[in-house]
């Protein structure tokens, strides 16, 4: 007999655990990273405003495919739109949550790493922090076995099922994280020399925006939101039916919203105040912030040595919570599709994301030479998912609910458990129909194509 699908308990886990799916390493790792390459206060503008009239509308899109089909992502569109091609658009869904995990364990492996160097004191003094983890990240032993440790824990917590995993772990785990947060924004934003920092944050200059610029925060709201490859279908397929999809999609935007900036508030003042530079890249959390650990708090060297335990731990949870909803992803494919038991489909998930997070870790090390179009495989992988599949699913998904789906089915999911104002609901029915799909399409198109097009 085929096991239950299951479903979350209350109204709170389904708010926690969605907002545990977009709250992780896009806030606090890339989101800062980002920010610091594009110039700020102006990207964080261009980042709001996508968040709201693009990822919104396509999260919406998803709870709806989701809870109405009330299946995994690839059988949802068969269910709903049987023998047609929208059932790639599934595939391609389960086809990036692997890419995505296999590339995201490698840097949440760094976060176990980092978390004991700190507990353990070894991030605290004139160390040369470049270089301990230039060879940390490339040595060929090491990071796997952080990886294959990371990829292990997030297992055993999908192999639980969703309300005794997913739910109860996320109703743990994201308290616990606003709660780090908070304390580290109180303790960043009052060191001295902090202010450079909040005017980067918060004052924009728009000469900084150019293309490239417009493109990377559409691809950061989607991968911070989670949205564009069926993990929020996933997910609502196991809401109830009294689930409020709008206000939960509103709730989980604000608070993945949130917590970016606060990210921000965490790691920009702390960064000018010890004087060094924002742009530092992917090494900014690793590189530039244990020297400011040491440096900012060089008088109070046990507040720097908390600072620094709180914020490795604060990435490792973020990334555990959302590392969770991508294994959903193919687990609930693989478990549903094939007939399997969720153990073991979760076995098959875990197994295959240990070998691809291997070739995306080597790529640090060993495999540095081997490139395919010009990347390494976690940079292959973070392009082809962040840039291509997430906008390209968007689309796909926002046209599904528009045009494929009923008008009045989509009304009786937006409603259901609630009222929302007919004019709401036209609203929300142009952002998915035409607004989200097209814009997404134009951004995405004169990355592709602008510079040709524009000669
Ligand atoms: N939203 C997550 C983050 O910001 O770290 C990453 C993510 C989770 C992307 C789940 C895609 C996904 F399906």
Not at 239 to 244: A, G, L, S, V
Not at 344 to 365: D, E, H, K, M, N
Not at 412 to 434: D, K, M, N
């Amino acid at each position: 007999m085929a096991e239950e699908r299951g479903h979350f308990g209350s109204k709170l886990g389904v708010i926690l655990a969605s907002a545990g799916s977009a709250v992780g390493l896009g806030n606090i790792w890339r989101f800062p990273t980002e920010v610091g390459k594009n110039g700020g206060a102006a990207f964080i503008l261009i980042y709001l405003l996508f968040v709201l009239l693009l990822a919104m509308p396509v999260m919406i899109g998803e709870f709806v495919i989701g809870r109405h089909s009330r299946a995994n992502t690839v059988s949802a569109y068969q269910k709903l739109a049987p023998r047609t091609p929208w059932v790639v658009a599934g595939l391609m869904g389960v086809l990036s949550g692997v890419l995505i995990l296999s590339f995201y364990s490698v840097v949440a492996g760094w976060t176990i790493d980092y978390s004991m160097l700190s507990l353990t004191g070894q991030l605290s003094g004139d160390y040369d922090f470049g270089a301990i983890f230039g060879s940390f990240v490339s040595h060929p032993t090491r990071p796997i076995i952080f990886l294959v440790l990371f990829l292990l824990v997030t297992h055993v917590i999908v192999a639980r099922g969703i309300e005794t995993g997913i739910e109860k772990f996320s109703k743990l785990m994201m308290p616990m994280l606003l709660m780090i947060i908070v304390l580290l924004v109180v303790l960043s934003v009052t060191m001295p020399g902090a202010s450079e920092g909040l005017s980067f944050l918060l004052q924009p200059d728009f000469s900084k925006v150019t293309a490239p610029v417009v493109f990377s925060a559409m691809g950061q709201a989607f991968f911070s939101l989670s949205v564009g490859i069926g993990c929020l279908v996933t997910y609502a397929s196991y809401f109830n039916q009294d689930t409020k999809l709008v206000s939960s999609a509103f709730n989980v935007c604000i608070i993945d919203t949130m917590v970016a900036i606060l990210a921000g508030f965490i790691v920009f003042p702390t960064v000018f105040s010890a004087g060094m530079r924002p742009d530092a890249g992917p090494g900014l959390v690793f590189v530039t912030l244990p020297y400011v650990f040491n440096e900012a708090f060089s008088a109070m060297p046990l507040l720097g040595d908390l600072f620094s335990i709180l914020f490795y731990v604060l990435l490792l949870l973020a990334a555990l919570t959302s590392s969770i909803s991508m294994h959903e992803i193919t687990t609930a494919y693989i478990k549903e599709h094939f007939k399997m038991s969720r153990e073991r489909a979760a076995q098959i998930v875990t197994g295959i994301c240990v070998v691809l997070g291997i070739f995306c870790s080597l790529s640090f090390g060993p495999w540095a030479e081997v490139k395919i179009f010009g990347m390494g495989f976690f940079d292959l992988f973070d392009f082809v998912t962040a840039k291509f599949f997430m906008p390209l699913g968007g689309i796909l998904i926002c046209l599904f609910v528009g045009w494929v789906m009923k008008k009045d089915v989509v009304r009786e999911e937006l409603t259901a458990g609630t009222t929302i104002s007919p004019a709401l609901f036209h609203f929300l029915l142009f952002l998915i129909r035409v607004a989200a799909p097209v814009f997404i399409a134009m951004v995405f198109l004169y990355e592709l194509f602008g510079e040709k097009l524009l000669g």
